[in-house]
Every structure is written in structure tokens, then in C-alpha cells.
T-cell receptor, first 117, second 113 residues
Framework: AQKITQTQPGMFVQEKEAVTLDCTYD???????LFWYKQPSSGEMIFLIY??????QNATEGRYSLNFQKARKSANLVISASQLGDSAMYFC??????????????FGKGTLLTVNP | NAGVTQTPKFQVLKTGQSMTLQCAQD?????MYWYRQDPGMGLRLIYY???????DKGEVPNGYNVSRLNKREFSLRLESAAPSQTSVYFC????????????FGQGTRLTVV
């Protein structure tokens, strides 16, 4: 079974600073994928970044980067130079590779990020 | 470019009533999903359809049924709504290969009174 744990219910960051949102996962699959989504107060789900378990380099997408530590089973999202528009709920999710987990996308409970001016 | 379209956006039901949430995607994706989102619980998978003609239970399937009508459409039915089913429901679709992200609809806010 897959499990995603986000231990920070809420985080605060000053505008223009960097912030790290934690995500740990548990799976017995050797091959898996990790995703981060953003959900602003308007409610839509916005895909941010993807990391494959066999990717040798950490994923980056603009101001978003993923600090992937496979041995620790962690996939933390780093947002650099925070902006007021980054205030949102952030979800970590994973997909496995065996049986039904090949298709299921399992989400964590989320972290609510507030960017202060 | 519609993506994933859910209807309705809002719905109020009385306990015991039934309804169907509709979802359609125009991206030719193989896999489709229904999630519910409750405060502090993240998104929990209700049912998914890996491909046309197949459906499987997720984490919280009790009280729900689904139909994969064709490759485009995946509906969620509440046969006898209960207050515990008050939630925001999201439909999503994805191509199915390892590194493809899921695309989400705008959500349906359902209240059962």
C-alpha cells in the first residue's frame, strides 16, 4: 500500500524568501512517481512538478524544485523567492507501479502555505 | 480546450436522495478518477477507471457507484445520500504512463442536509 505523509498542516513564509514543504512517502514498489499540486483558494488543482524514482537529478520547474532523497523516502518541495500568489494548499502525491497502484494517485493531507508581505 | 468538465458545480441534496455527478474529458486519456476532499483529509480516492471498461475501488468507495460510460465519460452516483457525503468532489484524468500528471475538473461542492 502507498502512503503519503505531509507533517506540516500550515507554513508561513515572508515574501521573496524560500520555503520547503515536507513530504515523506511509503511504498514497496521499486518504480514510482511523485507529484506536487497547488490548490489556491479558488479550488482548482494545479500540477507543479514531477519526480520519477529513477530520475538521477532533482526535478526543477521555474521557482519550484524537488529535493528528492530516495533513501529517506522524502520528496520535499522547495519554492524559491516566494510570492503572494504562492499562498495556497500544496499536496504531495504518488503513483506506484505494481498492480492497482500502477494507476492510483495517492495524496497527502496537504500543507497550507501563507506568504506574508 | 476544455480539459476535464464536471457537472454540476454545486448541489444540495436531502438525506436519502440520489444523484449522479458527471465528468467528461476531451484529452483522450485512458484513466479517470473520482476523489473527495474534506478539510484536513486531503484528497481521498473513491473509485478509478484504469481504462475504458474497467472500474476499481479506491480508499473510500462505500455509498458510491461509478460508470465508465465510454473513454470520455466517468460518472459517480450516490444512491442514497447521507450527510457524511457532504464534500467537494473532484474528477481527474491522466494518460496512464508513469510520469504523466492528472488533470482535474473544477470540483463539485455537494451538501447533504
Amino acid at each position: 500500500a502507498q502512503k503519503i505523509t505531509q507533517t506540516q498542516p500550515g507554513m508561513f513564509v515572508q515574501e521573496k524568501e524560500a520555503v520547503t514543504l515536507d513530504c515523506t512517502y511509503d511504498t514497496s514498489d521499486q518504480s514510482y512517481g511523485l507529484f506536487w499540486y497547488k490548490q489556491p483558494s479558488s479550488g482548482e488543482m494545479i500540477f507543479l512538478i514531477y519526480q520519477g524514482s529513477y530520475d538521477e537529478q532533482n526535478a526543477t520547474e521555474g521557482r519550484y524544485s524537488l529535493n528528492f532523497q530516495k533513501a529517506r523516502k522524502s520528496a520535499n518541495l522547495v519554492i524559491s523567492a516566494s510570492q503572494l500568489g504562492d499562498s495556497a494548499m500544496y499536496f504531495c502525491a504518488m503513483r506506484g507501479s505494481s498492480g492497482g497502484s500502477n494507476y492510483k494517485l495517492t495524496f497527502g493531507k496537504g500543507t497550507l502555505l501563507t506568504v506574508n508581505p | 480546450n476544455a480539459g476535464v468538465t464536471q457537472t454540476p458545480k454545486f448541489q444540495v441534496l436531502k438525506t436519502g436522495q440520489s444523484m449522479t455527478l458527471q465528468c467528461a474529458q476531451d484529452m483522450n486519456h485512458n484513466s479517470m478518477y473520482w476523489y473527495r476532499q474534506d478539510p484536513g483529509m486531503g484528497l481521498r480516492l473513491i473509485y478509478y477507471s484504469a481504462s475504458e471498461g474497467t472500474t476499481d475501488k479506491g480508499e473510500v468507495p462505500n455509498g458510491y457507484n461509478v460508470s465508465r460510460l465510454n473513454k470520455r465519460e466517468f460518472s459517480l452516483r450516490l444512491e442514497s445520500a447521507a450527510p457524511s457525503q457532504t464534500s467537494v468532489y473532484f474528477c481527474a484524468s491522466r494518460q496512464g504512463s508513469m510520469n504523466t500528471e492528472a488533470f482535474f475538473g473544477q470540483g463539485t461542492r455537494l451538501t447533504v442536509v
